[in-house]
């Protein structure tokens, strides 16, 4: 099956910017199917007053509500930022087979000088299962969003 990345990134990098417009952090992700968008989500940590809305958490939440393990595994996670360690965890018990990131985890640490620093590959590798990771793609693209956020909230 071809997998056409930049489409779906493009569309991860639009859900951050959505999420920043609406008093969120920059953080957006969708799961794609045989080529559909099933699920979109964007960090709702503020929000929603829990600093575990990230947009991959919220998407894999909503993930597991709707759809079968065995379907996941099939999926595959587009993000606008490599997924951090907490998401890595609940991305790798969900089953998802996939996981597609614009900006990489280091990237946004120089950014905004926050993140565990530990590369979602790190997480996978340490498990049974494989997921299969691509990234970081687009990078550029996804940093100016950041760019946008982080010195507003006056994080060097």
């Known amino acids: 099956m071809q997998h056409n ?3 779906y990134l493009r569309e991860a990098i639009r859900l951050s910017e959505a999420a920043m417009a609406n008093g969120n952090e920059p953080f957006g992700a969708l799961l794609v199917k045989d080529g559909q968008v099933i699920l979109r989500a964007e960090n709702t940590v503020f929000t929603g007053r829990d600093m575990t809305n ?3 958490m ?3 939440k ?4 709707r759809f079968e393990p065995t379907d996941l595994l099939e999926a595959t996670l587009y993000t606008s930022t490599e997924p951090c360690a907490m998401c890595s ?6 089953g998802i087979g996939r996981v597609v990131f614009a900006c990489s985890e280091a990237r946004l640490g120089q950014i905004a000088g926050i993140g565990l620093a530990v ?4 997480v996978f590798d340490s498990g049974a299962r494989r997921v299969e990771v691509i990234g970081p793609l687009l990078e550029e693209e996804a940093v100016q969003t ?3 956020y982080w010195p507003r909230r006056g994080v060097e």
């Open 5 to 7: 990345h930049e489409t």
């Open 54 to 56: 990230h947009a991959e």
């Open 58 to 60: 919220n998407l894999v």
């Open 62 to 65: 909503e993930a597991m509500r």
């Open 89 to 94: 965890g609940a991305i790798y018990w969900s």
């Open 119 to 122: 590369p979602c590959r790190v």
């Open 146 to 148: 950041h760019m946008n």
